[in-house]
């Protein structure tokens, strides 16, 4: 039984899918299904049940993951932990940060601490707040800011800020005068929102749902400076965090008439190891908040 057996086995698990396992791990889909048939033939089971047309885990072959999760994992944080004692003055750092964030938290937080810590190697990955915390539970990333606020057990969680979601339109719509506006509002405008895998446009659909108002999206984009400059020059309204959208120029911001807050914080695995250069990163954040009098960096 090989390692790279059980990494394939694990990603072809977790995809549903050998294509797409191929295409994440970079190889080519032959060595999958070959590594994987050839693990099923040294343990004397079948791993997947091939009858469907999803890629879907026989009883055996869950609690043969479950096993191999917590082996990978254990591996993953040895090699860690070892480079810890190798390399000194070295280490990488993967975080996860919501395409809303992105450009708003690098120059604030990333930047400050690449000039105390030059030696460590910051790699972001952006993604969906939804999509970053399904990595943090698979173990692909060190950190993910996440923008959720009721964190899982798995994830030990930093609270950074909290911030309201606003309708952000046109400063020259007829409800630029307004204090607030309810979904009813909204209705029949034309609506720009993030897309899928973004836990602000997860809220608000289920808000605009439980209200019994149908959205009218017209645009989709991860791109904020986009979405900003889409509904400054008129072609529609768009549901932002407030304090990423309170100074975007032709554009106002306006509270819902019903609030809606939302927590953001860094999160990482609970029961991970914390390689040094990790450990660097929160012990920065929280000398940063404890400077701060509204307890918020973001």
Same mark, same amino acid.
């Not at 509904?231 to 959208?245: D, K, R, T």
């Given at each position: 039984?090989?390692?790279?057996?059980?990494?394939?086995?694990?990603?072809?698990?977790?995809?549903? #899918?050998?294509?797409?396992?191929?295409?994440?791990?970079r190889v080519s889909q032959p060595n999958i299904t070959v590594a994987i048939?050839?693990?099923?033939?040294?343990?004397?089971?079948?791993?997947?049940? *091939?009858?469907?047309?999803?890629?879907?885990?026989?009883?055996?072959?869950?609690?043969?993951?479950?096993?191999?999760?917590?082996?990978?994992? @254990?591996?993953?944080?040895? %090699?860690?932990?070892? #480079?810890? !004692?190798?390399?000194?003055?070295?280490?990488?750092?993967?975080?996860?940060?919501?395409?809303?964030?992105?450009? !708003?938290?690098?120059?604030?937080?990333?930047?400050?601490?690449?000039?105390?810590?030059?030696?460590?190697?910051?790699?972001?990955?952006?993604?969906?707040?939804?999509?970053?915390?399904?990595?943090?539970?698979?173990?692909?990333?060190?950190?993910?800011?996440?923008?959720?606020?009721?964190?899982?057990? #798995?994830?030990?969680?930093?609270?950074?800020?909290?911030?309201?979601? %606003?309708?952000?339109?046109?400063?020259?719509?007829?409800?630029?005068?307004?204090?607030?506006?309810?979904?009813?509002?909204?209705?029949?405008?034309?609506?720009?929102?993030?897309?899928?895998?973004?836990?602000?446009?997860?809220?608000?659909?289920?808000?605009?749902?439980?209200?019994?108002?149908?959205? @009218?999206i017209v645009l989709e984009s991860n791109q904020v400076v986009t979405i900003?400059?889409?509904?400054?020059?008129?072609?529609?309204?768009?549901?932002?965090?407030?304090?990423?959208?309170?100074?975007?120029?032709? %554009?106002?911001?306006?509270?819902?008439?019903?609030?809606? !807050?939302?927590?953001?914080?860094?999160?990482?695995?609970?029961?991970? !190891?914390?390689? *040094?250069?990790?450990?660097?990163?929160?012990?920065?954040?929280?000398?940063?908040?404890?400077?701060?009098?509204?307890?918020?960096?973001?």
């Open positions: 039984m090989e390692l790279r057996q059980l990494e394939y086995f694990q990603m072809a698990s977790r995809l549903k #899918n050998i294509t797409r396992a191929a295409e994440r791990l048939k050839k693990l099923e033939a040294e343990l004397g089971i079948q791993l997947f049940d *091939r009858s469907q047309k999803q890629l879907s885990l026989t009883p055996e072959g869950a609690v043969f993951l479950a096993r191999v999760e917590v082996a990978l994992r @254990n591996i993953q944080d040895a %090699v860690l932990e070892v #480079n810890d !004692y190798k390399q000194l003055q070295k280490g990488t750092i993967k975080i996860g940060i919501p395409p809303m964030m992105g450009a !708003y938290l690098f120059p604030r937080i990333f930047s400050s601490f690449q000039r105390r810590y030059s030696h460590l190697d910051v790699y972001l990955h952006e993604e969906g707040s939804v999509a970053i915390r399904e990595q943090l539970e698979r173990d692909e990333l060190d950190f993910g800011i996440i923008i959720i606020p009721d964190s899982s057990s #798995n994830l030990q969680l930093l609270p950074m800020a909290r911030s309201q979601i %606003v309708c952000c339109i046109p400063e020259d719509s007829d409800l630029a005068a307004r204090k607030a506006v309810t979904l009813q509002d909204i209705e029949e405008r034309s609506l720009i929102m993030l897309k899928e895998g973004s836990f602000l446009r997860q809220t608000m659909l289920q808000k605009m749902k439980a209200a019994d108002v149908t959205p @009218n900003l400059g889409l509904v400054a020059s008129g072609v529609g309204n768009a549901f932002l965090l407030e304090m990423i959208a309170r100074d975007a120029p032709g %554009v106002r911001a306006i509270p819902l008439a019903t609030p809606v !807050y939302v927590d953001v914080g860094l999160a990482w695995k609970r029961d991970r !190891y914390i390689s *040094r250069a990790a450990q660097s990163f929160i012990e920065f954040s929280k000398d940063i908040l404890s400077h701060q009098t509204d307890h918020a960096i973001l």
